[in-house]
Each structure stands twice: as structure tokens, then as C-alpha cells.
């Protein structure tokens, strides 16, 4: 894993349509549009915040992760004019022992049914397969959400199964949680 590629510089990845990039203390507005929506988390582990100086913070602490080297946080935006934080798209757990990452993601309730997540997944694992070198790339879904494992089925993943009451998330208590995955050989046969 060419886990320098990740954190040495903070990547800035892109396609025809969109821009993943770092999400910047000018974005807090769109970043509580999301954080403040209690439907975005329905299925997540993360509690909705509703305070605007909460959500402030956080984006420090996306800034302090990435320097902890623990979690990349890209903000997805509309390119050619990255004006408008779609939503947010992560990379977590990076397991160089194994070459395994785990991913993230959700989008502002107004870009929802657009596409948007699967082409930014699609983004990061372009990013993640060639300039990472990973070999495992997986994702954990609540079984009630079906749109996430869409956009992980539409980009090649597999489900694996269910880890029965395996987790606790927070809002959530203890949950069932699929797992997706996709490997390296995987993409190459698409």
C-alpha cells in the first residue's frame, strides 16, 4: 500500500463531472445543510448535529484526522465549478498488514437519486486501486439501506454477509451490518 500517496499531500481527485477535494471551513454552510438533516443519517453511525459551531468543529477535526493519518475526509463537488458541496465521501481504517481500507459516504438529501454517490465512489476507487495500490477496498451497510447497496453493487462490490448485531453505532445502539467489498482483481474484470 503507497499510503504516501494518501497522506503526503492532500488529494485532489477528479472525473469529467466531479471533484473530491478538501472540505474547507468556507463550505460550513453546505457541510450543516448535511450534518443538520436527521434523514441523511438514518442509516449511519454518525448523530446528526444541529448546531452550526458543532459542525464548525468538525471540520477541524477532518483536518486533524487526516494529519493523524487516520481518516480522509473529501468533500464531492460539481467540477467544472466546485461551488457546492454535493456531499462527503471518506476513506477510513487503512489496514496496510492486510492492503484493506474501508469506505464512507453521504450526500445532502437535495443531490440524492442523481447518480452522485456512484460516480464519486467510483472516483475513489480509482484512486484508492492505482494510486494506493490497494487490494481490498469494503463498506459496511445497515441492511434497511438499500440505495447504498446500489451504489456499491452498481461500482462491483460484493456482498460478503451479515455481521449479526456486531456493532455499536452511535444513535443506533447494537446492528446488523453487511459488508461489501470489491478487490483489486475484481475492478479489472469490470
Known amino acids: 500500500m503507497n499510503i504516501e500517496a494518501v497522506f503526503e499531500q492532500f488529494p485532489i481527485l477528479k472525473s469529467d463531472d466531479f471533484v473530491l477535494k478538501k472540505i474547507e471551513d468556507q463550505h460550513l454552510d453546505d457541510v450543516f445543510e448535511i450534518y443538520n438533516n436527521d434523514k441523511v443519517f438514518e442509516y449511519c453511525g454518525i448523530i446528526?448535529?444541529?448546531?452550526?459551531?458543532?459542525v464548525k468543529n468538525m471540520i477541524g477535526h477532518f483536518e486533524r484526522d487526516y494529519n493523524k493519518r487516520s481518516r480522509v475526509k473529501w468533500?464531492?463537488?460539481?467540477?467544472?465549478?466546485?461551488?457546492?458541496?454535493?456531499?462527503?465521501?471518506?476513506a477510513v481504517d487503512f489496514n496496510q498488514k492486510v492492503n484493506a481500507v474501508t469506505i464512507g459516504y453521504y450526500l445532502s438529501e437535495s443531490h440524492w437519486g442523481k447518480g452522485n454517490a456512484t460516480e464519486a465512489v467510483k472516483i475513489l476507487l480509482d484512486f484508492l486501486f492505482a494510486?494506493?495500490?490497494?487490494?481490498?477496498?469494503?463498506?459496511?451497510?445497515?441492511?434497511?439501506?438499500?440505495?447504498?447497496?446500489?451504489?456499491?453493487?452498481?461500482?462491483?462490490?460484493?456482498?460478503?454477509?451479515t455481521l449479526r448485531q456486531a456493532t455499536l453505532w452511535a444513535g443506533k445502539g447494537i446492528v446488523d451490518l453487511e459488508i461489501y467489498s470489491i478487490l483489486k482483481e475484481d475492478r479489472r474484470a469490470i
Open 48 to 54: 446528526p448535529k444541529h448546531n452550526k459551531e458543532t
Open 75 to 90: 468533500g464531492i463537488f460539481a467540477n467544472p465549478k466546485p461551488d457546492r458541496l454535493l456531499g462527503i465521501i471518506e
Open 131 to 161: 494510486d494506493v495500490n490497494v487490494n481490498r477496498i469494503q463498506a459496511e451497510v445497515m441492511p434497511l439501506n438499500e440505495t447504498s447497496k446500489k451504489v456499491l453493487l452498481k461500482n462491483g462490490f460484493i456482498k460478503e454477509g
